[in-house]
């Protein structure tokens, strides 16, 4: 079984369609949405569908993400942002994955929903950086075991880049797989903040973060709803 984790903060624009996606898919889930204190029609979303369980954390994707692995009942724990779709028979392919001991934990491609050409460039780079490094950012759709994620202690409670710190930890632990499918995310903050810019400041919070500096450019972590 696979339980789907999605933590929500004003999401109501791109949840609707990232629930009407995972729904049209086969296979053993569960759909679990966290909720870190919406003020639009996010939790009404997610409580009128029969399929998914609600609950509410203090706000952080990392504390929400933390709170649906507590309550969740699936061998894979399939972290999701809210603004990202996954790809057909995603689910399926997981759950065939769990008799294969050999496989831990992965994540997929990816792709933003936008046309700029900047934007391809970026997933390439995106890709190909996972690829070399086995480090998965969070709208690749991190999948990992239950028992290994709760091994590991699950996301560490920063309030940026709690992603890239868990699977610092995750590939000394496994070899996580990269599938080739892609799942795509809403571009929104990207095109809004400027493609370019989004991609400096994204590459000066990584450059600080290597080299232990205080982290520069967190704008780009602001809400863009």
Known sequence: ???VI????????TLPAT????FKQRGDYEVIVVDGGSSDWTCAIARAESRVR????SRGRARQMNAGARVACGEWLLFLHADTVLPADALQRLNALEADASCAAGGFRHRFSGKHWGLRLISWMHNLRCRLTKVFYGDQALFVRHRLFEQLGGFPQE?????VLFCEKLRKATRPVLLNDYVVTDSRKFEQMGVWRSLARVALILTCYE???PIAGKVFFSPIR
């Open 159 to 163: 309030p940026i880049l709690e992603d």
């Open 54 to 57: 609600l609950f509410t954390a």
């Open 19 to 22: 629930l009407r996606e995972i």
């Open 211 to 213: 080299l232990g500096l």
């Open 1 to 3: 079984m696979i339980s």
């Open 6 to 13: 999605i933590p929500t903060l004003n999401e109501e624009k």
